[in-house]
């Protein structure tokens, strides 16, 4: 596993890729089979609106209108192919989990005429002045996808210390931004806090990419604490260690394949996978546990990435 890339050089490379145009074509696309009729007057409506220019409390007052017009907590729901495209406009990024409340207002923004300039920097800190939760996560949405996205770093780092999980998971999960321009301390912060949140660490993209020993000695300061307060090990936790600090590591594995429920057993098998402990998979193998066999079959096969982390027992399958 290649490990530790600094933010900058990550996200000059993310931002070259940014078509602003064909992303703010392809999210309308993506929305527009999706609302009432009401619900889309509205939206060109408001498009135009923009287009013709608004200031911030406009523009705020046309977030909070959305509400009227597409539902909160309905999914986007998009298919295969429509996933396939977002990943092609920016890799990384998957609007799978996306409401249809937010990509309206991450819609309505795109449509801006001054998406690369100040002011449309400033009209972003504007409406977090005031933004509610919807709002927010819809703001924390649409920044990745804005020309020159570093200059908005310090606002998605924001967006980390937060204790709302929907908004912080709209930073940190399916989203390329921190991996491409997060620095290492923030990145390493926003992973423990995941833990902390119970969020889905294997959704954060670019985890396997940025694994190294600091972050490695963090989650198992955490192994220990919670091993000691006689709380359970959050099954994502072991993602965070890869081939990294193994002579305290591997024990604690061991103890959790021994003694875990069945989600953090199988998660302990995919941790001797990511260790490279072939011999450790091997004798799981020969055991033939109906449980942990196949798990350490798949491990011995490479199939130990982040994504795997999402199949364990009792996790719905992403698409």
């Known amino acids: 596993m290649s490990m530790t890339i600094k933010g900058e050089q990550a996200g000059s490379e993310l931002s070259r890729a940014l078509d602003v145009k064909q992303i703010g074509e392809f999210l309308d696309a993506l929305l527009g089979t999706r609302l009432s009729a009401e619900a889309g007057d509205f939206a060109r409506r408001a498009q135009e609106e923009i287009r013709a220019g608004v200031d911030p409390k406009r523009m705020g007052l046309l977030f909070a209108l959305s509400s009227r017009h597409a539902r909160d907590r309905v999914l986007l729901d998009p298919s295969e192919s429509e996933l396939a495209r977002a990943a092609e406009l920016l890799p990384g990024w998957n609007p799978e989990r996306w409401g249809l409340l937010e990509t309206l207002r991450v819609c309505l923004w795109m449509t801006r005429e001054d998406l690369g300039q100040p002011s449309c920097a400033e009209a972003v800190e504007a409406l977090f002045g005031h933004a509610d939760e919807g709002e927010c996560r819809a703001l924390y949405r649409v920044l990745p996808l804005l020309p020159d996205p570093l200059r908005f770093q310090w606002r998605m780092q924001e967006g980390c210390r937060t204790n709302i999980v929907p908004v912080f998971e709209a930073v940190a999960c399916d989203n390329p931004y921190p991996a491409a321009y997060f620095e290492d301390v923030a990145w390493r912060q926003m992973a ?109 096969a490479g199939d130990c990435s982040q994504a795997a982390f999402g199949r364990l027992p009792g996790r719905e399958t992403s698409k």
């Not at 396997?208 to 963090?218: F, I, V, W």
């Not at 307060?229 to 600090?245: F, H, M, V």
């Not at 061991?254 to 069945?262: L, Q, V, W």
């Open 192 to 300: 423990i806090k995941a833990l902390f949140l119970d969020s889905p660490l294997w959704r954060v993209h670019g985890l396997d990419g940025r694994l190294d020993e600091d972050l490695a000695r963090m989650a198992l300061d955490l192994v220990e604490e919670r091993t000691s307060a006689g709380r359970p090990i959050q099954p994502d936790l072991w993602l965070c260690l890869g081939p990294y600090e193994q002579e305290r590591a591997l024990p604690l594995i061991d103890h959790e394949i021994n003694h875990g429920t069945s989600e953090g057993r199988c998660a302990g098998i995919l941790a001797l996978g990511r260790a490279l402990q072939e011999g450790r998979l091997e004798a799981f193998i020969r055991a033939q546990d109906p449980l942990l066999s196949p798990w350490a079959e798949a491990a011995q």
